[in-house]
């Protein structure tokens, strides 16, 4: 069974920091292309980050670039958002997603999703 199990998230001021991680089990982590999504209430899931089978290539959402990286470490079946310059308006749960085909920022060529992590920024 393929799981993405998501961690790292909590409360943080305006301006701070968290690193959320993504552990793979269940499938070839190499092989796979990872996203990373995230969900506000009343809002579509949105495209944040993703990166590449070997780390390499990596795209990030222009509302996030330049405060956010993503980064993976494939020896441990682990991906990582790190979220800087935190933001009211990044609050959302955040979802990690594995992709077998190629990098993409559609949630639709998704084949696996964890079951999220919450962030919520204070002012």
């Known amino acids: 069974q393929v799981q993405l199990v998501e961690s790292g998230g909590g409360l943080v001021q305006a301006g701070g920091s968290l690193r959320l991680s993504c552990a793979a089990s269940?499938?070839?982590?190499?092989?796979?292309?990872m996203g990373w999504f995230r969900q506000a209430p009343g809002n579509e899931r949105e495209f944040v980050a993703a990166?590449?089978?070997?780390?390499?290539?990596?795209y990030l959402a222009d509302s996030v670039k330049g405060r956010f990286a993503v980064s993976r470490d494939n020896a441990r079946n682990t991906t990582y958002l790190q979220l800087n310059g935190l933001k009211r308006e990044d609050t959302a749960v955040y979802y990690c997603?594995?992709?077998?085909?190629?990098?993409?920022?559609?949630?639709?060529?998704?084949?696996?999703w964890g079951q999220g992590t919450q962030v919520t920024v204070s002012s």
């Open positions: 990166i590449g089978w070997g780390g390499l290539s990596t």
């Open positions: 997603a594995a992709d077998r085909r190629w990098i993409t920022g559609l949630r639709d060529d998704y084949e696996y």
């Open positions: 269940g499938l070839t982590f190499s092989n796979y292309a």
